[in-house]
């Protein structure tokens, strides 16, 4: 397990899931305004909209919030005009990072960005110099209660799923991209309860994180996780578990 899974094992732990929830669904508005500015308002003919609607209701983000965001992207209520932007970057120990943003000011985000990676000893970096390293997946999130590591793999694989991970807290079932509402849909009428489903950008390798380089990737993705116009980001970082305890502590 790396990266991205880490790091949500990671936000589970400490709780900054619950401490967070307003900043998550100020993140969440904005993904589903522009996916509704872009793609309408009906998530069924609306991958993009279907994909975040997904993530807010894992979050349980009120359904009031959900319709003024659509109705933002839509034009049916004023609101603010987000540019989306990637960013590739080097975290320490040499650890590749993409950064995905949504901004009403490209000049100031760019800013915050680039001095979020000089003070965690990391870089900005050209575009593809690290995103050739990560394949766009789906990635859906089971809790283990009352599932078998060898029941899960059996009802994912059946559901249309490619991959199973088994190794943290949670079960992370990896799909073809175009096929994470459809394999969504098999689990559920399964009886399976998705947590979190969402795309994502999985990294081909990884890079083994160990001594002082632990806390500074962790700090470095804390200060990205903190900052209001990231959306999400994804880093090829392995870390064993002892020095992620260690971490922790």
Request: proline share 2%; glycine share 10%; no cysteine.
């Amino acid at each position: 397990m790396s990266g991205h899974s880490k790091w949500s094992t990671i936000k589970r732990k400490k709780g900054a899931l619950d401490a967070k929830r307003g900043k998550i669904f100020s993140k969440l508005a904005k993904e589903i305004t522009v996916a509704a500015k872009l793609g309408g308002g009906d998530q069924n003919a609306n991958p993009r909209l279907r994909t975040v609607l997904l993530a807010a209701r894992g979050q349980n983000m009120p359904k009031d919030n959900i319709d003024r965001a659509i109705k933002k992207g839509t034009g049916e209520i004023p609101g603010i005009v987000y540019e989306e932007t990637r960013y590739e970057a080097y975290g320490p120990a040499g650890v590749a990072v993409i950064v995905d943003v949504l901004t009403d000011n490209k000049n100031r985000t760019v800013s915050e960005i680039r001095h979020i990676f000089t003070k965690n000893n990391g870089a900005m970096a050209e575009a593809g110099a690290v995103g050739w390293n990560f394949d766009r997946k789906g990635l859906i999130t089971v809790a283990k209660t009352g599932l078998t590591d060898d029941e899960i793999f059996e009802k994912a694989i059946e559901a249309g799923a490619e991959d199973v991970d088994t190794e943290g807290d949670m079960y992370e079932l990896k799909t073809v991209d175009s096929d994470l509402h459809a394999v969504v849909g098999q689990l559920e009428q399964m009886g399976i309860k998705v947590e979190e489903a969402k795309l994502t950008m999985l990294p081909k390798t990884t890079v083994k994180v160990e001594g002082s380089n632990v806390g500074a990737i962790l700090r470095l993705m804390e200060s990205l996780e903190d900052n209001d116009d990231v959306q999400d980001f994804y880093a090829n970082f392995d870390i064993s578990d002892e020095d992620m305890a260690a971490a922790m502590n």
